[in-house]
């Protein structure tokens, strides 16, 4: 079978030695034992995020997307556009989209990509890597490379809000999608599908900003899972995954409580569950060490 | 007449709800909340803010604009679009927020040192100097945003964090030396420079 | 008359011959059901099963036949025999569905469908074949009363189902309400803008239709007879008076919107306040253009106040004037509203409602005036001052704080106030004091006439009861188009609060059930729900004591008084639920194949074990209509209850006379459980009153128990559902544990 060829468009925290720099490694993992290539973009920008409306305004965000979208049809032609961030593929698909529906906005953008030397036809389509797992290669491929599987690991498998919101994944449910249970399973794991806080905001940027009222949020999120017998989170979100695992050791200090549960990446399970080691699953990078899955990735 | 009652005279007219309507990302969509409160209930900052959003659309229609303006409601979204697939009217509610959001913060009229309202503006700060954020500069510059003190108390109280990222490869302390760019920095600048005088040009607003 | 043959079929299909004795139960109908014939099949409502009947009824001259199969609900159409008198014993569905299965159950599942076969038995033997109703009417005219859009909806509806109408309307015109509307709330498309009425087309349809008949500035000073025969004297402008016989008749008398000087506190009344018809009378006058007061000023900004006057609010929050929701009111209130945005986009448009109400497709509608510009607020309003400006002072419900707002108009959405003529209740009493000698209740009642809508010369009254809060008579919850008056139909805002869709609906709906009614009629059967019914009742004169009980407690006053005080039956008004011969106290009310005696003999058909046996037996008299459904549906789910149960079905809980529980009671039964439908405002008791009347009889029977030396749990009355069918089992169980701890009857072997 042919590579699957996409273009990538990375986002800032994946860049090395960023936040989610591990996430990464995995992700490379991953796509090699699936035979997908990633072709990152080159010179691709920051999407703004989801706190770039305060300064940013409407347009300029959108251009922002805009010009990542017009690098990717004039390097990639033909390729679709892949995140990693849910933030990144929101932005990038919501600008997408508008462009393609409004040829008035198109021009808009297109005024001000030419500063950037840039056009953009409005044609590209803005994906996740999530949606190229399950649409383009679907459960058995996805299956197909497991010789570890990841037996008797409890997983509560918290999805978030941008992977999830406002597009979500085809076919499932705003408020309980059941996709990232069902990768738990197919890589030989349990997942906790009764795990109730599978859909509840982390705080997002407010984690910077509020940092009491995401504390909170963070704190019902981890005593959940552990409610539910989990021995670790796993995630499809950076933010998520940097705020859950990050504030734990703040909330103990604050509110004296014992959080320590491990915070992964959906692709550090399936990397683990490929017979790939702990490094190459970016298991080094864990604040609060994945024991149990560094154990079998060690057998 | 009072002072009340003539701020009553000018209630419940169109004025505010145009202004809202040209000026505001996604306003035009204020006039079709049906009031059921279903944002209200499903924000994640519910018990934290001021006004929902079900009531910042009603404050709207009934043309209260100062009020809307200085709320510090629409600072706490985090984004997480619980509003937005639950409206029964198919509002893009997240996205009147940010757009409330940001006309008050061009209007200078959002209340002052919103923490929210102070990192909007240090991230997009940091995203239009190279293209791309940076995650230490932006963080440093977070923790230094209420004077050199405080900062340096924030920064004390998030050491572990930091050494701890750091040990782990996920936070790089040579980034403050230079750290990821975009080539095309300048490029970014005009064309968000572009982009904000389009935007001020169609919404009648000055630069 | 030839010679009765009694015959009894036995089927041992659908398992009931693999867990009950065959054999033995035809031994029983031989012996104590005394059957001439007894056969059994294995499948007996297949073609050689229902040949095998037909060739007795036709060949052996058989001509009362009691199958022993299914439930009488079932395989109706293959067990039809109409030239003999038929019975069902229900092996099926009440007996081998419902009892648990295994053989430590065998012996009282058998005896259970040994007594069923004895009852339908019993039962068959007292049964005579229905003749009809020897007084059957041939009119099929149908009269609509009032022309607006339900009425002449109804008047087309009938003339192109091939019927002749004949319509009387009060005013000069036809049209109604709908004729004074500049535009109607829309019914399809896309729901987004208001629509032309339609009205004055209707109303040329239905002046020219060939089949219509129309009497303009008349009223009906006379309504008498009975459905197929109704004589109609309608009184005209000119004072001359016309005749018209006819079959069946549609109230369509629509509604008066509530008084608007009733609400000074919402400003009515006050310069710039106007009702919706106010505000339709100003639009019509701008035709599209700028809304322009009374004054010729030109609107710039207009507060609809919804509920004004409405769902007990009354503005002030007292809880006077009307106390119930008039549903079209804030549909009507958005169309007013787009007729100011489309006219000028820039008129500051409020509406101030508490909850908006838009069945239907109104949501879309809804969207659109919001769309255009229109501002909903929730809001309370405290009060409205008319005026050059007008002041609406209101709550703002959504942010909780008090303002006023200017308006150069308000307009208040009021309520519908039905015309449905004299209230039944008031006309009673108003006539008992009249017969009781009082002057001033004479004039009372020569004043209550005048605003008769039908002036029927029923004994109970001028026009059809009336529902909650005035509204003409419906049997709300099943049946909506049904009266308590047989073959007079209520349509239309008169009925229950509505918009012009719904009463255009509710006419259609109204004009098939007068088409019904005057098929029925002609025929000789009774009208809805038993509608294929020929038996009427009839009453044994010379036994009756005159005690009234029958003609007062009658639902549908169908019974009248003849000349020497006895009552006169009125077949065609008659609905056959038997509610006069469960009142009758001296028993001398039957049908033909329904009567005390056709349920008595089937009370006494069960074999009470005596009580060292411990085996209870309880009666249970089910209505037909729901509760008898309910026990079958259980059976269809295999929900098992107790097999010392024997359950008769009734026409309705209001037909079950009294000696049937006494009869009971005195042959060793250990209990008694009526089933009925649900009773009070919501009832939904298909004779109206009969599970009423049921209840409130049963209340009174706690003295005969004691008489009998039994406890007064030995009889109760419940209400079940058609849906009910867990709960009846779980009734059924309850109640033999209850009767198994007070013990059995002490009244067995003295039966």
């Known amino acids: 079978m042919a590579k699957k060829q996409y273009a990538f468009y990375p986002g800032c925290s994946s860049q090395k030695k960023a936040s989610a720099d591990n996430f990464l490694r995995s992700i490379d993992k991953v796509c090699e034992k699936l035979d997908v290539q990633l072709n990152e973009i080159p010179d691709w920008n920051c999407c703004g995020a989801s706190i770039g409306y305060g300064e940013g305004g409407e347009l300029p965000r959108l251009v922002l997307s805009a010009r990542n979208l017009a690098l990717a049809e004039q390097n990639m032609p033909g390729q679709d556009m892949v995140s990693v961030c849910p933030a990144c593929w929101l932005a990038s698909r919501e600008t997408a989209e508008r462009m393609h529906e409004s040829q008035s906005l198109l021009a808009e953008a297109n005024e001000a990509l030419k500063e950037a030397g840039l056009n953009l036809k409005g044609e590209v389509k803005a994906r996740h890597f999530v949606e190229v797992l399950i649409e383009d290669l679907g459960w058995d491929a996805m299956k197909a490379p497991v010789v570890k599987p990841l037996e008797g690991l409890k997983v509560a498998g918290y999805v978030g809000c941008q992977t999830n919101r406002p597009f979500g994944i085809a076919g499932e449910s705003f408020e309980n999608p059941k996709y990232l249970d069902k990768m738990v399973e197919t890589m030989g794991a349990e997942p906790l599908t009764r795990y109730e806080q599978k859909v509840t905001c982390c705080g997002g940027a407010l984690a910077f900003s509020e940092p009491e009222k995401a504390q909170k949020q963070i704190r019902d999120i981890v005593e959940s899972a552990y409610d539910h017998g989990a021995d670790m989170i796993v995630t499809p979100c950076q933010l998520c995954q940097a705020n859950v695992e990050i504030y734990q050791s703040e909330i103990n200090k604050k509110q004296g409580t014992k959080l320590n549960l491990p915070v992964v990446y959906y692709s550090q399970l399936m990397t683990v569950a490929y017979g790939g080691s702990a490094k190459e699953a970016g298991l080094d990078g864990q604040l609060i060490k994945a024991e149990k899955l560094e154990g079998i990735a060690s057998k | ?207 | 008359m030839a010679d009765n043959k009694f015959a009894a079929y036995i089927c041992s299909g659908c398992g009931i011959g693999d867990v009950l004795d065959v054999k033995a139960m035809e031994k029983i109908a031989t012996k104590e059901g005394k059957m001439q014939v007894v056969r059994s099949h294995p499948f007996l409502c297949n073609e050689e099963g229902v040949q095998l009947i037909r060739d007795d009824i036709e060949k052996e001259g058989v001509t009362h036949v009691c199958i022993a199969a299914c439930s009488r609900r079932a395989k109706a159409e293959a067990f039809y025999f109409p030239t003999v008198a038929l019975s069902r014993a229900n092996l099926r569905e009440g007996v081998i569905w419902v009892v648990a299965e295994g053989s430590d159950h065998d012996e009282v599942r058998q005896e259970m469908a040994e007594d069923y076969v004895c009852m339908g038995c019993a039962e068959v033997k007292k049964m005579k074949l229905p003749a009809g109703n020897p007084n059957r009417a041939e009119n099929k005219r149908i009269l609509v009363v009032g022309g607006g859009m339900s009425g002449m909806t109804a008047a087309l509806e009938i003339a192109e189902t091939g019927y002749e109408a004949v319509l009387v309307e009060k005013t000069a015109a036809l049209g109604g309400m709908a004729a004074k509307l500049l535009k109607r709330v829309p019914f399809n498309g896309a729901y987004a803008e208001a629509q032309p009425t339609g009205a004055a087309e209707l109303a040329a349809r239905v002046s020219a239709h060939p089949k219509i008949k129309v009497h303009l500035s008349s009223t009906v000073a006379e309504t008498a007879g009975a459905p197929g025969r109704f004589q109609v004297k309608i009184a005209q402008e000119s004072g001359n008076v016309a005749e018209e016989a006819v079959g069946a008749i549609v109230q369509a008398t629509g509604f008066t919107p509530y008084d608007l000087a009733k609400l000074p506190e919402l400003g009515g009344g006050q310069a710039n306040v106007v009702d919706q018809a106010g505000l339709e009378a100003l639009a019509m006058a701008a035709n599209g253009g700028a809304i322009k007061r009374a004054d010729g000023k030109e609107v710039k900004s207009v507060v609809f106040v919804q509920c004004a006057g409405q769902r007990g609010s009354g503005g002030n929050g007292s809880g006077q004037h009307l106390e119930y929701c008039s549903g079209h009111c804030c549909g009507t209130s958005i169309k007013q509203a787009m007729y100011f945005k489309d006219a000028n986009p820039e008129v500051d448009t409020v509406v101030m409602y508490q909850d908006l109400r838009v069945p239907g497709m109104g949501e879309d509608f809804y969207r659109s005036a919001q769309n255009k510009g229109v501002i909903f607020t929730k809001a309370k309003v405290d009060g409205v001052t008319g005026g050059d400006t007008c002041q609406v002072r209101m709550k703002d419900l959504i942010l909780d704080e008090e303002a006023t707002v200017d308006a150069d108009l308000v307009v208040l959405a009021t309520g519908q106030v039905p015309n449905a003529g004299v209230n039944l209740d008031q006309w009673t009493e108003v006539v008992t004091a009249a017969e009781g000698g009082s002057e001033e209740a004479k004039v009372q009642k020569i004043e209550l006439q005048k605003g008769s809508v039908l002036n029927l010369s029923y004994r109970q009254g001028p026009d059809m009861p009336q529902f909650k809060y005035g509204f003409a008579d419906s049997h709300f919850i099943c049946f909506p188009y049904e009266t308590r008056r047989t073959a007079i139909y209520a349509a239309g805002p008169v009925r229950r609060p509505m918009d012009m869709f719904q009463a255009i609906e509710d006419a259609t709906g109204a004009a098939l059930k007068a088409i019904q009614a005057v098929e029925n009629a002609a025929a000789g059967r009774a009208a809805h729900p038993r509608a294929w019914d020929l038996s009427f009742p009839q009453a044994r004169l010379e036994g009756c004591t005159q005690c009234k009980r029958c003609t007062v407690e009658c639902p549908f006053g169908a019974i009248d008084e003849d000349e020497r005080r006895f009552p006169l039956f009125n077949e065609s008004r008659c609905r056959r639920c038997g509610t006069c011969m469960g009142a009758c106290p001296v028993r001398v009310i039957s049908f033909e194949n329904y009567s005390v005696d056709t349920v008595g003999s089937q009370v006494k058909a069960v074999n009470v074990p005596d009580e060292f046996e411990e085996k209870p037996r309880i009666l249970i008299l089910a209505c037909e209509n729901d509760a008898y459904p309910a026990l079958d549906m259980a059976g269809i789910q295999r929900i098992t209850y107790s097999a010392f149960v024997r359950a008769i079905p009734v026409r309705c809980l209001g037909s079950v006379n009294t000696i049937w529980i006494t009869d009971a009671l005195n042959s060793g039964y250990d209990g008694v459980m009526m089933m009925g439908c649900k009773k009070g405002d919501d009832y939904q008791c298909h004779f109206v009153k009969g599970s009423e009347l049921a209840h409130y009889r049963m209340s009174k029977i706690g003295d005969t128990l004691k008489q009998l030396g039994l406890e007064t749990e030995r009889v109760v009355t419940h209400e079940v559902a058609i849906t009910d069918n867990a709960r009846v089992a779980q009734m059924i169980n309850d109640y033999v544990a209850q009767i198994n701890e007070i013990g059995l009857s002490p009244m067995k072997g003295f039966g």
């Open chain 2, 1 to 207: 007449m009072s002072d009340m009652n003539t701020q009553a005279v000018a209630r419940y007219r169109n004025n505010f709800l145009k202004e809202v309507e040209e000026r505001v990302e996604d306003g035009h969509w204020v006039r079709m909340c049906m009031q059921c409160g279903v944002c209200a209930g499903s924000c994640p900052l519910g018990p934290h803010w001021e006004h929902s959003p079900q009531k910042i659309f009603m404050m709207i229609r009934a043309g209260k604009r100062e009020e809307v303006l200085t709320s510090d409601a629409m600072w706490m979204c985090t984004s997480c679009y619980n509003c937005i697939v639950r409206c029964p009217r198919k509002l893009p509610i997240t996205h009147i927020m940010h757009g409330l959001a940001h006309y008050s913060h061009r209007l200078g009229l959002a209340p002052k040192g919103q923490p929210t309202r102070e990192i909007a503006k240090l991230f997009w700060d940091s995203l239009v100097k190279t293209g791309r954020v940076n995650e230490l500069k932006f963080s440093l510059a977070m923790y230094f945003k209420d004077g050199f003190g405080q900062g340096i108390k924030n920064a004390m109280a998030m050491q572990g964090v930091g050494l701890g990222l750091v040990k782990a490869g996920r936070l790089n302390p040579m980034e403050i030396l230079g750290g990821h760019a975009c080539k095309d920095k300048g490029g970014i600048q005009k064309m968000i420079a572009k982009a904000q005088e389009i935007e001020n040009r169609k919404k009648g607003l000055t630069a």
